[in-house]
Every structure is written in structure tokens, then in C-alpha cells.
């Protein structure tokens, strides 16, 4: 009986520090994400891991629903321990007041933050019921309850995957065979995502980089560790920090 994880945005930053370290567990792991790493994979073949990659680019919100599917109905054919789905891929862009804010960037955000995981959520708990051990994973962040300016899209989309982490953990309260949901606030980690909002040109970007500069940003390698060993002891609807 083997676990099964299925990680969005596992090409990098945490995404990629939770795929090593759950290969390294011997899990099996399905990386769902707009491009391809090959270190990923090697490290799978150095370490007796099985990794899957599928391309997947979230904005699209196409054919997120029936890539899961196809995943789901291959796993179903093997001998599954548990079964999670770790929702973490996010775009922070864009950054600026409202007003000069694309609204194709702001769609972008939203399907890829927000939209995409609620589906990925809906299709995963519709096609997963032969299992009896399945939890959801929506990586959250510190912006769905601090307000920032030139952050409004970002902060949005984490409050409504704050709340529907919410909703959805009293929804399955009432099944016969529940999937757990949670949320896990990460804190801030030394990514390309932080990379973004150090260079941007907003009120905050100062902040950011002094964040960087004073040696404050975590490392995703111990992140992941931390965020792994919070899923089983986490109730099902909390929003927990590591």
C-alpha cells in the first residue's frame, strides 16, 4: 500500500522542496505544473522515488478538471495507502494599485490561486471516493489576513482559499467518507515569488528585500518538512501556520 501525492506547482520553491522530500519517503508523486524539472526526476531515480510530471498551466482553467480525472482513474487501479492533493501553486503578480492593474492579470491570478484550486478540490473529492484516506492541502500565505497595498488581487485570492478551506471542511464534516481539507500558511520562504515582490515597484518592495538582506526568509527544504508533518495532525477545515 503506497501514498500517492498530487503537488501543483512542483517545478520549484516549495512545490519542488515537498516533491524531494516525499520521493525520499518512497511516496508516489504527480507534479502538475507549466514546466518540466529534471532535477526532480533524477532525484526520483537516485532515490528509489516515483515522480510523474504532467504539464499543467493553472490560468487555464480548460483542462484542469479533466488532467485530474486522468490521474485519479490511473491511481485508482493501484494499491493506494492515502491519497492527497497539495494545492500550492500561486502567482503574486500583479503588484500595483488596483487602477493600474491589467484585468488579464488579474483573471490569471485569480484562476491560478483560487479558481483552479477549487476545481482541482471538487474534481479531486468527485473521483476519489474509492479511497478512504484523501486530504486536500491548499497552501496559504500571511496576505490572506494582512492587508497590503499594491497586493489586493494576491491578498484576495489567499482569503478565498482561507474561506474555502473553511466551507468546504464543515461540507465534508457530514460524509460518510470525508476528505480532509486544510490550509497551511507556509510564512516567508527565500522563493521566486519573493524574488518578484523585491523587485517590484510598489510601497512594499523596501520591506521585501530587507526581509532578504536581514536573513529572514526561510528555507522551502525545512518549509517542506514542517508542512509535511502538519498534515495528519491538522483537523480538517483548520487554517494553521507552520
Sequence with gaps: MDDYYIITGASRGLGAALSKQLLAQKSYVYGLSRSR??????????HGGNYIFRPMDLADLGGVSGTLTDILTDISTRMVNSLTLINNAATVTPINNLEHCEAEEMIANIHTNLLSPMILSSTFIKHSSWCEKRCIVNITSGSAVYPASGMSTYCASKSGMNMFTRCVGLEQANNQNPVTMIAIDPGMM???MQGVAREADFELSGYFRNQKEQGRLSDPEEVAKKVISLIDRTPSGEVVSV
Design 37 to 46: 524539472n529534471e532535477q526532480i526526476e533524477e532525484f526520483a531515480k537516485i
Design 190 to 192: 527565500d522563493t521566486s
